[in-house]
């Protein structure tokens, strides 16, 4: 426990003063191993806790753990390829809404705090006041996507790894056209796993 | 002798006035090639709808100018599934009723008449009430010369509109095809031709609005039904007067039809998407001088 004591100028220090200088003050009694070996088992263990808790808000079960997600848009995404197809692979809410790379994973992260604030004020506690702010909410979304180049639709699709001659006739068509114009895949796949927005713009759709 | 010589004379004259119509003869269809087109029940899918992205994905591709054949022509049969059955755009399901017909079209020209062929099979009926007790089958075609608004991509789909007449959200009965800005000064028109199983063919146009009435160019429009196969056969002057598409040897025209199969009226019709009808000119369908 850090005394209080008078400083230089003889002003008492507080509880946070004492802290800091047991903290900068060398050890006599460790060795700089035995302090690096711990500092280095601590640092596992909180970097491990910390990623167990971000990877657990990536949980499906964690998105729905909230009523405004289980009861709009997941019901309609349980009724998309995204959820259920023939090959069996699901890409779950995160999959598509959170960046995989770290550093753009934790500017999203810390941007989605902003929905605790949402989740607080009730913003869209009801269906009524969900479907008035879904097209909002969607052209935010359709915005990040659009501005990393579809980077989470990548993460399991590519043009390169497409095969344009085993896709229908119309698909193979608007692939060519998109490669010709280097469009990005929001471009067009808006709506496919959630219902699109009413108040839905041509602006909106071609992005 | 004189005498002789003015008879023949009278004759020949009377043959060079009767050039184009009485003469017409179709040619020999055996000799012609054919090609299957595929009509198809369209629901609800006026040109409003066609061209709005946030509905239809590939009115994108219409903008870029992409077809709708381009993207369609391998799947109708399953569009008219959809349509036909409810799943998709069609608020009034036509349950028995066929989602698409392949029609074999062939054409043919002879310096003054475009001929040309429909032949199909009588698909199914579906038994349900007649909207047009009279005719159990009409075929309908439209010629368009390059001057309505997506006709190049299209076909008759910048005729069909919302608020036309059987659509959900018509409000006139009488409003039918129509060509936003379309007059028959200006060029913006469709040439209409219709041949009813009963009843006089009709040889109209589609411009304000449709008229059925007042083309010069058909010559005749004959149909029959052999053993479930109808088949119907125009004979059209190249030429023709106002509301006809003048059809020049060396140009392509737009061009689409319909089959209202099983009595069918309005919109309950099956329609081809937009193709080109060339005048011995490289098309989608060939007119070849035979």
Known sequence: MPSVEAGP?????????????????????????????????????????????????NRLEFCIS??????NVYKEYTKTIHWSNRTGVRALCS???????WVHKMARKVQATNELYGKVMGTISTPEKFEARRLVLARSEWKRMKASDSRECRNCHSFDGMNVEAQKQRARKQHELALRDKMTCIDCHKGIAHTKPKGMTEEDEEG | MIQRVLVLSAAGAALGMMQGAALAAP???????????????????????????????????????ETCASCHDGELDDMGKKMVTG???????????????????????????????????????AGGAKMDPDNPVK????????????????????????????????KDDKRTKYVKGGSLA?????????????????????AEQRVMEGGKALVSAEGRNDGGTWTVVFTRKLAGGDGDVALVPGKTYNFGFAIHDDHAAGRYHHVSLGYTLGIDAKADITAAKQ
Request: hydrophobic residues 35%.
């Open chain 2, 139 to 170: 075929l309908a075609f439209m010629l368009e010369d390059n001057k309505v608004e997506l006709a190049n991509l299209g076909g008759c789909w910048s005729a069909c509109h919302a608020d036309s007449r059987t659509m959900p959200n018509a």
């Open chain 2, 186 to 206: 200006s060029g913006k028109f469709y040439d209409l031709v219709q041949w009813r199983a009963k009843g006089k063919p009709v040889d109209g146009h589609v």
């Open chain 2, 87 to 125: 799943q998709k755009i069609e608020p009034n399901p036509q349950k028995g009723k066929a989602p698409s017909i392949p029609v074999q079209v062939q054409a043919a020209n002879d310096g003054a008449n475009l001929y040309l062929r429909f032949s199909w099979k009588q698909p199914p009926g």
């Open chain 2, 27 to 65: 040619p020999d269809w055996s000799k012609v090639p054919a090609k299957t087109i595929t009509v198809f029940y369209p629901g609800v899918s006026p040109l409003e709808w066609v061209t709005t992205g946030t509905e239809h994905g590939g009115a994108r591709g219409m903008k870029k100018g």
């Open chain 1, 95 to 101: 999959d598509c809404h959170v960046p995989r790379d």
């Open chain 1, 9 to 57: 100028n003889g002003k008492k220090k507080g509880a946070l003063g004492g802290l800091w200088a047991l903290l900068r003050k060398p050890s006599a009694r460790y060795s700089l191993a035995t302090l690096l070996a711990a500092g280095f088992a601590i640092g596992i263990v909180f970097w491990g806790g910390f990623n167990t808790v971000v990877e657990e808000t």
């Open chain 1, 66 to 71: 909230c009523h405004e997600m289980r009861d």
